[in-house]
């Protein structure tokens, strides 16, 4: 995830990094590469062990929160939610809220 960011060339890569280097690196156990293969051998998500699978099943395994992404064709997807929901069910995980960084911004103009 951190080589994803390292990866290419995009704006402001080194402010991106900076905000991002003191946070906490969760590990890859063998049982998230084993639900990683469930993710793709379940169709849940492409078959690249090192993507998206891998992102869902490190959060769903650490049961983080949210899962924040701006990938809306396989993470944050309203179509897939219910298939992710029901395989994380049967796998004994929590899904976390996959959403945008839009969906978490509030409103300037709402009030308090």
Do not use: F
């Not at 690196?25 to 590469?33: E, K, T």
């Not at 998206?52 to 959060?59: G, I, S, V």
């Amino acid at each position: 995830m951190i080589q994803e960011l390292q990866r290419g060339n995009h704006p402001k890569k080194t402010e991106k990094l900076s905000l991002i280097s003191e946070l906490k690196v969760l590990q890859i156990s063998q049982d998230i590469v084993e639900i990683v293969d469930v993710y793709i051998s379940n169709l849940v998500m492409p078959a690249d062990p090192n993507g998206d699978a891998l992102h869902l099943a490190t959060a769903s395994y650490h049961k983080i929160d949210i899962l924040l992404t701006w990938n809306c064709k396989h993470i944050a997807n309203m179509k897939k939610l219910d298939h992710i929901r029901r395989i994380n069910a049967k796998l004994g995980l929590a899904t976390p809220l996959l959403t945008t960084p839009l969906n978490l911004i509030g409103d300037d103009d709402e009030e308090n």
